[in-house]
């Protein structure tokens, strides 16, 4: 129920879109995150980035799950840019669950992926280490 919560607390004047994110920690806390709009667009923050933000801000570093949910019938996924900042701390393994607006009541309302899955040919932070030519 986490997830419906955080939807709650969307700030969305202008998309009307809500999402809502929990990510669940090594240690079994949940981080709750929704998305927070700006007038100038590109100060726009999404819900899973938001959740990362307080996660790490507050010194957790270790994830196990994700969880991720708007007010669409269907499964929605991450953009680009919050699948980059997922890659940042999860391994490529790590289940991802895209939840529909109603998906307590859908068989099919939950679509389990996982980063890897969702961010193919990924760039991270272990490949700074690479040798370079």
Request: proline share 5%; charged share 25%.
């Amino acid at each position: 129920m986490s997830i419906l919560i955080a939807k709650t607390f969307a700030y969305v004047p202008y998309s009307k879109f809500r999402v809502g994110a929990a990510l669940l920690t090594e240690d079994g806390e949940i981080i709750k995150g929704a998305n927070i709009e700006n007038a100038s667009y590109g100060g726009t923050i999404c819900a899973e980035r938001t959740a990362f933000v307080k996660a790490v801000s507050e010194g957790k570093r270790k994830f196990v799950a994700l969880a991720v949910t708007t007010d669409v019938a269907t499964p929605i996924a991450p953009c680009g840019m919050c699948r980059q900042v997922i890659r940042e701390f999860c391994s490529l393994d790590m289940p991802i669950l895209l939840a529909a607006f109603s998906y307590l009541e859908k068989e099919d309302g939950v679509r389990e992926t996982t980063l890897g899955e969702i961010l193919p040919f990924s760039f991270g932070p272990e490949d700074l280490e690479r040798d370079r030519g």
